[in-house]
């Protein structure tokens, strides 16, 4: 079968994603963040659109199970805004689920049936890509069994697993420990590696063939821009030019315009991509919004 990217609204041919926002929430509710809640469609909508404004086409929204998933408020961005929305199942780090959260109850067989059902089953609104969480420098018990069932879900689908890293740690580890359950390189996409904006350390990832995704321009108080535009030239000049992905990951409602906050969920395109395309080239930034996009989001479906 060719490979597909399968968004909210049906499976695409890759070549139409276009430019993309490679790591999105349209909604996100945690009680890891009390009060910076998003769950109105309405104002999902309205955000979404400054996207379109910015030259956006598609988005990958990374909400898993339990923290605000609404497929049927993606489908309705989808419909108002003209992006293709590619929708998450899985499930995020220990850190995001209450003590008695049911997640907490759920088998590695039983998670992996739910996953499976989600991107493969006859669903109006299925997922296209799988979400998963490890904590800071180690993997909670949770998460094992949660990386067990990605790992056997994707067996079953071929759906790419896009994974959360904390303070981009254990790139390397994760990678090795999805590989032993089967999973290829170039199914997982790792995210938050510029976190820790050490090329050397990502490149040692990369080598392997994972997909390195940054998503941290406008985060001012962590780090500059300029920080990550350094990472990104140097990942370059290293040769993972073809492996690199950018999201907004506009996961509090202060970070939204919408919700009177900001910088607003358009700040990648809007302000970091032309920065990007002056400082290191309209070729890259080509490659990393758009054709790099179209292979870590394709798969070819298996059921
Ligand atoms: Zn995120």
Redesign the pocket.
Known sequence: MAPIVRSVRGDLDPAELGPTDA???LF?VTPLQPGDEFADVGRAVEEAGTLVAAGVRALVD??PLGLGRDLDGLRRVAEATGLHVVAATGVHRDAHYGPDDPVRGLSAEALADRFTADVAGDGAIRSGVLKIGASYHRLQPLEQTVFAAAAEAHRRTGVPLCV?TEHGTMGLRIVEHLGRLGVPPQSIVL??LDRNPDAGEHAETGATGAWLQL?GPGRTKYWPDSAILQLIADLAERGFGGQLLL?G?T?RASMLRAYGGGPGMDYLFARFKPRLERELGAKLAQRIFVANPARAFAFEPRT
Do not use: K, Q
């Open positions: 790591h999105e929430h996100f990374w909400t959360h995210a938050h998503d999201g990951d996961g």
